[in-house]
C-alpha cells in the first residue's frame, strides 16, 4: 500500500479523487463536449470511492454515521453558511426573503438549485453510504449486495430520477451501484497497485489507450445521440452503467499513473474543500479579472478548463489557511 508520508493514505485513490473534482468542477460550464462527458461520470466516481471505505469490518453502523456525519454534514453545514453569507457581501442589496431561500436550498440539498451547486451531493453522500453500509451489515455478502444496489439504481434511474427529493436521495438511490461497485473491490484494492506495477509497460500503454478510446465514444454517445433508437429502455439503461463503469475504469488507471506527483496528490486529500469553495472562487477569480479590466467568458472547453484551473489556484490558498488553523472545518482530525 503507498502511503503519503503525513498520514496512512492511499496516493492512487488521492489522485483519483484529484481528476474526479476537477471533473466536477469542469460539469458545471457550459464548455461543450468536455463538461457534458464530466457530468456523466464525475459523481459516480466519488460514490465508488466511497463504497471502497464503507465496505468491511473497521466500522460498526453507529461509528460509521458518525465518522461520515463529522466528515461530510459538518463541512457542508458550515459552507452553507459561509456561501450565504459570501454572497451576501458580493450583492449587499440582496434583501432577507432571498437569503432566507437560499437557506432553505441548503437545508433541502436538491441538486441543482441556486448557489446549492457541487455540495448538494455532499448530504447525497451522506444518506447514500450510510444506507450502502446497513446494507452491508445485513446482507454481508456482495453476492447479494451487489445484485440488491444495481435493481435499486435502475428503478429510480428509470422511474424516480425526477423530480430531485429532499436530500436528493432519489439521486443516491440512482448511485447505490457504484458504491457497491467500490465495496466489491474494497477486499482488493490493495492488489490492484501491484498488479498493476506487474504489467508491461506495452500492456499498461495498450489499456491506456484502450480507455481512451472508451472516453471518446462515451463523449459522442452522449453530445450526439449516438444510440441505437430500437434499444429497450433497460438496454439503455445497462448501456449507461457499462459506460460510466468504463469511465471509472480510466480514472483509476489515470490516477495510478498520477499518483507521484504531489500537487494531484494533495488537491484529491482536499476534494471537500474544493467543492465547498467552487462558489467563492469562482467569485473571488471573476473579481480579480474584472479589477485588471480581464474579461473572460469560459464558453469553450480549453476556456472552461482554464477557469477552473484559476479558480482552484484560488481554493488551494484559502484549504491551506483552513488545514493549517482550523482542519476540522472539513471535517478533518486537528
Not at 502511503?3 to 461543450?32: C, F, P, Q
Not at 468536455?34 to 469490518?57: E, K, T, Y
Not at 455478502?141 to 436528493?168: D, G, M, N, T
Request: hydrophobic share 55%.
Amino acid at each position: 500500500m503507498t502511503k503519503t508520508k503525513a498520514k496512512n493514505r492511499i496516493e492512487w485513490i488521492d489522485a483519483m479523487r484529484a481528476v474526479a473534482i476537477v471533473m466536477v468542477l469542469l460539469s458545471h460550464y457550459d464548455g461543450g463536449r468536455l463538461s457534458v462527458f464530466a457530468n456523466r461520470s464525475c459523481v459516480q466516481m466519488f460514490f465508488f470511492i466511497s463504497g471502497i471505505f464503507a465496505f468491511g469490518g473497521r466500522y460498526t453502523l453507529p461509528q460509521y454515521v458518525k465518522k461520515q456525519a463529522q466528515s461530510l454534514l459538518v463541512p457542508y453545514g458550515i459552507f452553507a453558511a459561509v456561501n450565504i453569507a459570501f454572497y451576501f457581501v458580493f450583492n449587499p442589496s440582496t434583501d432577507a426573503k432571498e437569503l432566507l431561500g437560499y437557506g432553505v436550498n441548503f437545508i433541502f440539498a436538491r441538486r441543482n438549485e441556486v448557489m446549492v451547486a457541487a455540495m448538494w451531493f455532499l448530504p447525497c453522500l451522506f444518506f447514500t453510504s450510510v444506507v450502502y453500509k446497513a446494507i452491508v451489515v445485513l446482507l454481508k455478502k456482495q453476492r447479494y449486495i451487489v445484485p440488491l444496489c444495481f435493481a435499486v439504481s435502475a428503478v429510480f434511474k428509470l422511474w424516480f430520477e425526477a423530480p430531485v427529493y429532499v436530500f436528493s436521495i432519489n439521486q443516491g438511490f440512482k448511485y447505490l451501484i457504484y458504491i457497491a461497485l467500490g465495496g466489491l473491490i474494497a477486499p482488493y484494492f490493495k492488489r490492484i497497485k501491484k498488479a498493476w506495477k506487474r504489467l508491461p509497460q506495452s500492456y499498461r500503454n495498450v489499456g491506456m489507450v484502450l480507455f481512451a478510446a472508451d472516453c471518446v465514444y462515451i463523449m459522442r454517445l452522449y453530445t450526439k445521440g449516438y444510440v441505437f433508437w430500437p434499444l429497450a429502455i433497460w438496454a439503455l439503461s445497462l448501456v449507461y452503467f457499462i459506460n460510466v463503469v468504463m469511465c471509472i475504469v480510466f480514472v483509476l488507471v489515470l490516477a495510478m499513473l498520477l499518483e507521484k506527483i504531489r500537487p494531484v496528490v494533495w488537491i484529491g486529500q482536499n476534494t471537500l474543500g474544493f467543492c465547498c469553495l467552487e462558489n467563492i472562487n469562482r467569485a473571488l477569480l471573476n473579481t480579480a479579472m474584472s479589477v485588471v479590466g480581464f474579461g473572460f467568458v469560459p464558453d469553450s472547453e480549453i476556456k472552461a478548463f482554464a477557469h477552473v484551473a484559476g479558480a482552484m489556484c484560488i481554493g488551494c490558498v484559502i484549504i491551506w489557511i483552513i488545514n493549517r488553523f482550523c482542519p476540522q472545518i472539513l471535517g478533518k482530525r486537528k
